[in-house]
């Protein structure tokens, strides 16, 4: 089993691929990759994600590649067979979960109360996923449960921003998930591609000044 914690700790940012047009995702991919990202997540809502995934990890073997929005068995067994390296749930899935325990990948299941946090972490989740992070209370939120649950690894996710990340981090976040923020769909769907490119390196560059200052106010 990787070593999902120190991976994502390491990354920081993990961009959540969610788009119709699964050519759009690759290239989306493509871009994070040349802009230096460690771990991707795929959502089973990209036709085809299992490809998707399979493709990502011949070109990309560094990258951890992880599997989102798997709400089945069929699902989990799909991503699993393409070398899904954790399994993401909005919520928790009895049936994704299983199937993850058995092929021993990292399951990471969605959580909004700290109730739900407290049954993933009691049946065994990796990480667990504050979804939607905004909607949920935002970084305060976040703040507020990992003072009860010191020791439990947190990925919000659910419209954090490259202006909202470093909150999250400094409030005890593990890494942080971003989709929409970070995914310049509008050009890449227009075949923009020095655009698109562009805008993820001016997000992340954003967020890695953040993650400076993090560095300096935590040492």
Request: glycine share 8%.
């Amino acid at each position: 089993m990787v070593d999902l914690v120190s991976t994502l700790r390491s990354a920081q940012i993990v961009p959540v691929i969610r788009h119709s047009d699964p050519e759009i995702a690759l290239t989306a991919c493509d871009l994070l990759a040349e802009a230096g990202i460690g771990a991707l997540e795929i959502t089973t809502t990209v036709p085809d994600a299992a490809a998707l995934i399979a493709e990502l990890h011949q070109r990309y073997p560094s990258i951890c590649i992880g599997a989102g929005t798997v709400l089945s068995a069929g699902q989990a067994d799909k991503v699993l067979a393409a070398g899904a390296e954790f399994v993401v749930s909005p919520c928790w899935s009895d049936t994704a979960a299983r199937e993850a325990k058995a092929a021993k990948v990292p399951y990471l299941p969605g959580a909004t109360t700290p109730g739900e946090v407290q049954h993933h972490a009691e049946n065994g989740a990796a990480v667990i996923k504050i979804f939607p992070a905004d909607a949920a209370g935002e970084p305060g939120f976040l703040k507020a449960v990992k003072s009860v649950f010191p020791d439990l690894a947190l990925m919000p996710t659910g419209g954090v921003s490259p202006d909202t990340a470093q909150s999250y981090l400094n409030a005890g976040a593990l890494c942080v998930g971003m989709g929409g923020n970070l995914l310049p769909a509008r050009a890449l769907e227009a075949g923009h591609i020095d655009l698109a490119r562009a805008q993820i390196n001016a997000a992340l560059s954003v967020a890695s000044f953040q993650s400076s200052q993090r560095k300096r106010i935590l040492s």
